[in-house]
């Protein structure tokens, strides 16, 4: 039987979960497995990975045969160095004790390397942030300068409209006199024509008596 080291999807959609499991190459992807080796999660920053080492190592003494992608999670765990200084020792190329040295050295200069990758990603994430916050400082200060300046704008007009207010009864005031004087003056001299034509109407019937002593 044809064995394989695989990825089978789980998850939900759009954010894909994987497990690393050892089938039978003929079943299908998300089928049956023999083992479950490990899980994979790529929608992390770096991507995490649970993998058993020793029991992936074994499939592989075994021939089981990883796919692209999961070989190259292989390689990113040791899996595959492990397999390859297993086999050192069993050519005996070196002992038990200096492969597992060799390994040990690697696993920590490889966790090195994704601690230090996991620092640049955090620094990056709080410049980000850092960018972020300023811009968005930077755009609530404009709106509260806007709103200060509408506001001033409307307290001058308030002003103005109520300057306007206090000066338009002040000039009726000075119009209302002047028409009054314009007025007095007519009303008091009418008076004095009719005083002055009245003599003349009333000398009218002096002349007819004198017209009739005449005739007489």
Not at 48 to 58: P, R, W, Y
Not at 174 to 191: L, Q, S, Y
């Amino acid at each position: 039987m044809s064995v394989k080291i695989r990825l089978q999807r789980h998850g939900k959609k759009q954010k894909p979960f994987y497990w690393i499991v050892a089938a039978d190459a003929r079943s299908k992807r998300d089928g049956k497995y023999l083992e479950k080796l490990g899980t994979y999660n790529p929608n992390t920053n770096p991507a995490t990975i649970d993998l058993n080492l020793d029991s992936a190592v074994q499939w592989l003494h075994n021939g089981a045969q990883p796919t692209d992608t999961a070989r190259a999670i292989l390689s990113y765990k040791g899996a595959l160095l492990k397999h390859h200084l297993d086999g050192g020792i069993r050519k005996g190329a070196l002992t038990q004790e200096q492969a597992d040295a060799k390994l040990a050295a690697w696993l920590e200069a490889k966790a090195g390397k994704v601690d230090s990758k996991k620092e640049g990603l955090s620094k990056a994430q709080e410049a980000a942030k850092a960018k972020a916050l300023k811009a968005e400082q930077a755009a609530s200060a404009k709106r509260l300068a806007a709103a200060a300046q509408a506001e001033v704008e409307a307290t001058q007009e308030e002003v103005a409209e109520e300057v306007a207010a206090e000066e338009a009864p002040e000039v009726v005031a000075e119009v209302a006199p002047a028409v009054e004087e314009a007025e007095a003056p007519a009303a008091e001299e009418a008076p004095e024509v009719v005083a002055e034509e009245a003599p003349a109407v009333e000398e009218a019937p002096a002349a007819e008596e004198a017209s009739e002593e005449t005739e007489a």
